[in-house]
């Protein structure tokens, strides 16, 4: 038998467009899954306050969970609080978690937790290769394995279930965005995250797709500063040094997108809604939705760490004897920009 597992979820089919109204309007998930808007994070912290039935028979759940680095970023930050404050004995479980931004040691930590017969590895992917020999693994020792945050490339054969963001439709919205902005020339630095992380890979994804179909846009540079404010800093402050032209920051997630906009400020260069310079940045953290608010960003897209509770009704429904329905999960996202974000914005969706 198979169970809906969410409450409500959206029509199928992702589009790429982000449209008027700073998101506003709900867009489709991708053909092969379905779209909901995650909790957020003060509901999940009410809820952790009710004792689950598992705990109240004294039956815990064996969760072992593997995550980036929480101080990889305010996003990060976020993720990991909500599944601390979720993944508790007063809800039913036995957790225990453990965090890297290497996929090396990633790995090392879902064969411990394998050898200490977790009953479900949680996992949110540094990088997304490598990863079918240990998931195999877990599934011949009846261990369950759900992906969170991130998307790996395995089959899905391999996992019992998967809630994430689609990180190349997040990076479409904003190029959708930028390519309405009406520039005759579009000459941007590209500030990419961790190198073959998810949201590395989606959000360069959809920027160079469009680089390479349009004369009109350029890279001007383009390297990693692994999510890092300092190091994104340094790399606009060569640029500038250099004396080469740009219009556009195109940064992989707020931390750098900030450090971009520290070099800016240090050479004298306006930017956001009435400068010489487009800044955007990812995860809306809300002091990034402040920025832009106030016009010194152009735009931020979402990237929805809340995922929690949506982890919790796959496990229930698992351990229910039922089949996960659907499989795939992605989080109902938006784009907001300086000329329609709101407070209400900022206060609803800042992390």
């Not at 072992?64 to 996003?75: L, V």
Request: proline share 2%.
């Amino acid at each position: 038998m198979k169970k809906k597992f969410l409450g409500v979820v959206l029509s199928v089919a992702m589009v790429a467009t982000l449209l008027a109204g700073c998101g506003k309007k709900e867009e489709a998930p991708a053909d092969d899954a379905t779209a909901t808007e995650a909790p957020a994070d003060d509901a999940a912290g009410d809820d952790a306050e009710t004792p689950d039935d598992s705990a109240a028979s004294g039956k815990l759940i064996k969760v072992g969970i593997i995550n980036n680095d929480p101080s990889e970023s305010g996003y990060r930050t976020a993720n990991v609080n909500d599944l601390q404050n979720w993944f508790t004995e007063e809800k039913g479980y036995d957790a225990s978690f453990e965090y890297s931004l290497k996929n090396d040691e990633q790995i090392k930590f879902a064969q411990k937790f394998i050898q200490d017969g977790v009953d479900y590895l949680l996992l949110s992917a540094a990088g997304t290769a490598g990863w079918d020999s240990v998931l195999k693994e877990a599934q011949d020792a009846g261990i369950k394995v759900i992906l969170f945050d991130r998307t790996i490339d395995a089959d899905e054969s391999l996992y019992e279930g998967s809630i994430v963001s689609d990180m190349k439709a997040e990076g479409q919205k904003a190029v959708d965005w930028l390519a309405e902005q009406g520039k005759d020339e579009y000459n941007i630095i590209h500030i990419q995250g961790e190198m073959g992380s998810a949201a590395q890979v989606g959000r360069t994804e959809a920027l160079q797709e469009k680089v390479d179909a349009e004369d009109s846009w350029n890279i001007v540079a383009q390297q990693t500063a692994d999510w890092d404010e300092g190091k994104a800093q340094q790399q606009v402050e060569a640029v500038i040094n250099k004396g080469d032209d740009f219009n556009v920051i195109y940064a992989e997630n707020d931390n750098m997108a900030k450090g971009a906009v520290a070099a800016l400020d240090k050479a004298g260069i306006t930017h956001g809604k009435d400068g010489d310079v487009i800044v955007i940045g990812f995860d809306c953290n809300k002091w990034a939705l402040e920025s832009v608010l106030a016009g010194e960003w152009n735009y931020d897209g979402q990237c929805n760490p809340f995922q929690a509770e949506l982890l919790d009704d796959v496990i229930k429904t698992l351990e229910a004897g039922e089949e996960v329905d659907p499989k795939v999960v992605i989080m109902d996202e938006k784009g907001f920009d300086c000329e329609t974000i709101t407070q209400e914005d900022v206060d609803t969706y800042g992390i």
